[in-house]
């Protein structure tokens, strides 16, 4: 069983930046593919933010390009999501993702 707890969410003013953590836990899970960022924003159905396999390669949604880095540490069963030049549109709760694995998600505001 895996589980996933997100950190590093908050609020933060437009064109500001944060960065994401999500540490995993239970299972050889970086032996496997793909670790995902989802954000769901209040009345919206939840979205796919980034995602990075196993040999980092990585595909964003066109929204958060040039915007976003999502990275990860396989060593430390970690993987990050770097936000520059947010925007209010960003303001969600973002879910950290591998396969059927969830973790609670963390709040992230954008002051305009």
């Known amino acids: 069983q895996v589980q996933l707890v997100e950190s590093g969410g908050g609020l933060v003013q437009a064109g500001g930046s944060l960065r994401l953590s999500c540490a995993a836990s239970g299972g050889s899970i970086f032996m496997f593919n793909i670790m995902g960022w989802y954000r769901q924003a209040p009345g919206k159905p939840r979205e796919l933010v980034a995602r990075?396999?196993?040999?980092?390669?990585?595909n964003y949604a066109d929204s958060v390009k040039d915007r976003f880095t999502i990275s990860r540490d396989n060593a430390k069963k970690t993987v990050y999501l770097q936000m520059n030049s947010l925007k209010p549109e960003d303001t969600a709760v973002y879910y950290c993702n591998y396969e059927s694995s969830w973790g609670r998600g963390t709040q992230v505001t954008v002051s305009s």
């Open positions: 990075i396999s196993i040999r980092g390669i990585t």
